[in-house]
């Protein structure tokens, strides 16, 4: 945000990054062999098949926050390695480590034939991944980010829903339109002051999408 807040006030944004990867089908075999459970990061997943009608790519993504965001954006350097290289290793190999016991296929850094990464706080327009408040903030920072600065300034968006939705478009909907809202009221009070007549025909959505009606529905998340 420009100009950023107070550092006091500041709320924490998650590191997050993504990762595309395109590979050949007998790869993706191998992703669906894996034990997710064992994953250090959040997931990955089937994203598309036959990429660009080639019925022999496929597109996998893998989602990362916190410690292995930081360390797929800035992989452990091998010498000789550029930078994407080294990040290809660094996930080949912790992909390795997601083997279930019984399984002999191993991943190699030649699997990925191309890729496309994300790094979200790194990107000038995303500037961040998602709020996810730190200790202490979600009642240190909550109401206050809730509630109008001097009764002049509201705050709106994922990190100011009172850490109801952080991290969700449902978050900044709900702040969106409760700000709005808040707004609507405060100018109209001003103006019954003043005994202008004002049109306050808003009213918050009755129907917000919700994060579960978009599962119930059968849309997936990510
Ligand atoms: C990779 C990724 C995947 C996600 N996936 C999901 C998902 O599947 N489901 C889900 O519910 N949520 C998801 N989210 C979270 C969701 O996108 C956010 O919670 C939501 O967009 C936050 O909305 P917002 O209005 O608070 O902020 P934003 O959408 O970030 O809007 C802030 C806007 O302000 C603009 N801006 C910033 N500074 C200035 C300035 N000085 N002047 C003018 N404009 C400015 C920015 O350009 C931006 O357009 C995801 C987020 C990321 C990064």
Known sequence: ?????????????????????????????????????????????????NVDGLDDVDTLALFAGGRHAKNIAKPPQVAGLTEEQCRRKYIVDTLNKMRKPETKEVFAVEDILSSVFMDYPQDKFFG??????????????????????????????EFACRYKWNGFMEGALISGAGA?????????TKRE???????????LPTKLPSVIGLFNQGHKLF
């Open 128 to 157: 961040g991944g998602y709020s996810c408040p730190g200790v202490g903030e979600v009642t240190r920072l909550g109401e206050f980010l809730h509630t109008p600065f001097q009764n002049k300034v509201y705050f709106a968006g």
């Open 180 to 188: 709005a809202k808040e707004i609507l009221k405060s100018a109209t």
């Open 1 to 49: 945000m420009e100009p950023a807040l107070p550092s006091a006030i500041q709320p924490q944004m998650g590191y997050l990054v993504k990762y595309l990867f395109n590979v050949r089908p007998a790869t993706t075999q191998k992703f669906r062999n894996l034990s997710q459970a064992h994953a250090p990061w959040a997931m990955v997943w089937e994203a598309e098949k």
């Open 193 to 203: 002051r003043s005994k202008t007549p004002i049109n306050s025909q808003f009213s």
